[in-house]
């Protein structure tokens, strides 16, 4: 075969490299532009990972790569004047010119035809000449832009400015992140050892901090030596140097995010930086680059034709490179958005900065550097108020919220059972909040519980409106209150337009086929076409409804609920006054933010007049509406979150959607505890984290960063009401309470787990 590649970077030649050694017969040509010593970076990142995946496929060069690597283990990280290390993490660093050097000299052994300075503008031609062209034209790709009617590049410029430098100072002994405050903003470094005389020194900051030192109007000189003032106190005396002398000006950078829709055309593949990019934070363009040249070696010489070798190239790689783009994508908005973490103590913004990219768990972390997690976890401990020396994971750490003490940070969500009859809760909500209760968490929820009957969302939604109400959820509470140690707090809301609808297992938010009842709502806007128009309320409506909620409130502190939630998310009447989607109002109670929020605070504050001083209140919201900037946005959740704290309420509960048919979620793991995060490190309210948390891990991580204060799981406790006992027989936690009668089943659940986790299987 007769291939070109067009770049000489690490994916370049080594996919030359890697055809030559699976047909030497092949006739590879590298067309590079810039000279063979050319290089316009300093040391690049590898994992141990990657590294056997180099000797598995050309044990030569992977030798002698190995010979020039720097290794470490620690993470070292810099803030508030704090040292923190953690080990265990397993990087090596090797210089690029350094790994160019040697893959040249590989490649020029096994036959590759390699041509510097060399241009290549005529791809149509080069196309023609060759029978696979390979573009690894890196970031700036001309292949890419040539075709780029066919490839669709998605190309996201990012917020944070970047430049790399290098520098003499050692940083050997950890890769190390620098926080510096400066007169104009912070300033943060990532700096690795790559040689035993050199290491990369990227200095990175906000666009509004760049703009006020005044960089982009700087010569590099001039940059340089500013960068040398902020980190003085870290290099040692040493100075920091570019090697981008092709660049004029500064050579600060915003970091382009790019992903193709296609990545071949005919006879020519993208590969490396030009299919795809990963933020330098987590150190994988490299590896990308060089794994994908070795997928499509394989493939083209597994596959029959050129067509079905693209194919799994494309299938294979783009499924890697997604979930390490997802990964790049988190710890580079991490990096983006590190001011809002730079108040957390020095310990908990360790972690926080160690687990970003969520590749990296807490239990991992505990494999990686079990001394340093058990430090931060007594740390945390010690900040909830928890007894001297505790040595507990955070999940079950105490919190206080006014007068209630939680006994650990696990809460049952609300989950609608729709088993109610004529808005009575029935043995079915007894058996089933009961067993929940017993389960370990700290708070359970009851479902949204109706303030009238034309407030249900369906016939099966239990209410707080008739005194057969009250006696059904007093029994509920007694037994909670007297044969567990969890609190429960009682969440209550109005339908709104959602209201009239079949039950949940039936067709889910449809009318009733019959006896449906007339909507309230902001504005008259069905839900969707096929459901009823709501009436627009007036302020006689806004009236009745909001005493209805006043006197649902007292009935549920008469049943002896230790908390209650408002439900101003998902779309109900609350919901529908804060979203632009659904208030189309002209009056006081529509158009901007805090006009759209008037009649829910009015409602807040109505309720808390008469809920007692010693209970707290939390109210859920829907911090996505999912429809981009017509409706809420994580910004907007933020500004709702500060109005509901300065009117008093306690804790935000940041669900998101379910507002609107139109929402587009983006689903995955924990994929609303960004909002959770967001709101509670910009504003310092406290927070619950909610949506497809359903691990321990996940638990524990979100409390140990700060993500949120309590997190909340509901399919987790449907499959399993003793969630939390189990989750502490595997974690080894011997410190819950659970039910006397149960000891016996306690005891070989425990016995079980010092067997091992694959004994427990089901149970957690």
């Not at 620690?74 to 508030?80: E, G, K, L, M, Y």
């Not at 660093?93 to 590989?106: D, K, P, S």
């Not at 502190?557 to 919901?575: K, N, S």
């Not at 669900?655 to 609107?660: D, L």
Request: proline share 4%; aromatic share 10%; with cysteine.
């Amino acid at each position: 075969m007769k291939v070109a590649v067009l770049g000489g970077g690490p994916a370049g030649l080594y996919f030359a490299i890697s055809m030559k050694l699976r047909d030497a017969a092949h006739e590879v040509v590298v067309f590079e532009r810039n000279k063979a010593d050319d290089t316009f970076g300093w040391g690049v990142v590898l994992s141990d990972e990657t590294l056997d995946n180099l000797a598995a496929n050309d044990a030569t060069s992977a030798a002698a790569i190995r010979k020039h690597f720097a290794y470490w283990d620690d993470i070292a990280v810099i803030h508030q004047g704090v040292r923190t290390v953690s080990t265990g993490h397993g990087f090596c660093g090797i210089g690029r010119m350094r790994l160019l050097l040697l893959l040249q000299e590989r490649a020029r052994e096994l036959g590759v035809d390699l041509r510097f300075q060399a241009e290549v503008d005529d791809h149509e031609n080069l196309m023609a000449q060759y029978d696979l062209v390979i573009a690894a034209d890196g970031l700036n790709s001309r292949t890419r832009a040539a075709f780029a009617d066919h490839f669709q590049p998605d190309v996201d410029t990012r917020k944070c400015k970047f430049v790399w430098l290098g520098t003499r100072q050692k940083f050997d002994d950890a890769f190390t992140f620098i926080f510096e405050k400066t007169e104009h903003g912070w300033v943060w470094a990532h700096a690795y050892q790559f040689d035993p005389d050199t290491a990369t020194f990227i200095v990175e900051c906000a666009q509004d901090t760049w703009e006020k030192f005044g960089f982009g109007d700087m010569t590099k000189e001039e940059s340089i030596a500013t960068c040398e003032r902020i980190f003085k106190d870290h290099l040692g005396g040493h100075a920091l140097m570019s090697n981008a002398n092709h660049v004029r000006g500064s050579a600060w950078i915003n970091f382009p995010r790019v992903l193709c829709e296609r990545w071949s055309y005919k006879n020519i593949a993208l590969m490396g930086d030009a299919a795809a990019t990963a933020h330098f934070s987590i150190g994988s363009g490299t590896k990308l680059a060089l794994e994908s040249a070795i997928a499509m070696a394989d493939y083209l010489h597994s596959e029959p034709t050129l067509e079905a070798a693209f194919a799994k190239y494309e299938d294979a790689r783009r499924l890697e490179v997604l979930r390490l783009q997802s990964a790049a994508r988190n710890s580079m908005e991490w990096f983006e958005e590190v001011e809002r973490y730079l108040h957390l103590d020095p310990v908990q913004f360790s972690y926080s900065l160690l687990t970003r990219s969520q590749r990296i768990s807490h239990e991992n972390l505990r494999l990686r550097d079990a001394t340093w997690l058990g430090g931060a976890e007594a740390w945390f401990q010690q900040q909830a108020g928890a007894p001297a020396n505790t040595n507990r994971a955070p999940m079950f750490a105490p919190y206080r919220l006014r007068g209630m003490e939680l006994k650990n940070r696990v809460v049952v969500s609300p989950m609608a059972q729709y088993k109610a009859v004529d808005g009575t809760p029935t043995d079915w909500h007894f058996v089933h909040y009961g067993e929940r209760a017993k389960g370990g968490a700290g708070l359970v929820y009851i479902e949204m519980t109706c303030v009238s009957p034309e407030g249900r969302i369906t016939p099966g939604c239990p209410g707080f409106y008739k005194p057969e109400h009250e006696t059904a959820w007093k029994r509920i509470v007694g037994f909670v209150h007297t044969e567990t140690d969890a609190k429960i707090c009682a969440q209550i809301g109005h339908s709104g337009a959602k209201g009239s609808t079949q039950l949940g297992w039936q067709e889910m938010d449809a009318p009733l086929t019959d006896g449906n009842w007339p909507l309230l709502s902001a504005s008259e806007t069905p839900w969707s076409p096929e459901n009823q128009t709501p009436k627009s309320m007036t302020r006689a409506d806004m009236d009745v409804v909001r005493d209805q909620f006043v006197a649902s409130a007292e009935m549920a502190d008469r049943c002896g609920f230790d908390m209650l939630e408002l439900h101003m998310a998902h779309g109900y009447l609350l919901a529908s006054f804060i979203s632009p989607l659904t208030n189309l109002r002209t009056d006081a109670y529509g158009g901007s933010l805090e006009s759209r929020m008037r009649w829910p605070l009015e409602v807040f504050q109505a309720v808390r007049a008469v809920w007692p001083d010693e209970k707290p209140i939390s109210v859920r919201i829907s911090a996505n509406d999912w429809v981009g900037d017509e409706g809420v946005t994580p910004e907007d959740a933020v500004a709702i979150a500060r109005i509901l704290q300065e009117a008093g309420v306690d804790i935000c509960d940041v669900s998101a959607g379910q507002t609107s048919k139109r929402a587009q979620p983006v689903y995955g793991r924990m994929f609303q505890t960004p909002f959770s995060d967001r709101i509670r490190n910009e504003t310092g309210m406290a927070t619950m984290a909610v949506g497809n948390i359903y691990e321990p891990d996940h638990v524990n991580s979100i409390l140990m960063a700060g993500r949120a204060d309590l997190v909340c799981l509901a399919r987790p406790h449907l499959a399993d009401p003793y969630w939390t006992l189990h989750a502490a027989a595997r974690l080894g936690d011997k410190g819950v309470t659970w039910p006397a009668p149960y000891l016996p089943g306690r005891d070989q659940l425990y016995r079980l787990a010092e067997r091992g986790p694959e004994q427990m299987t089901g149970k957690v």
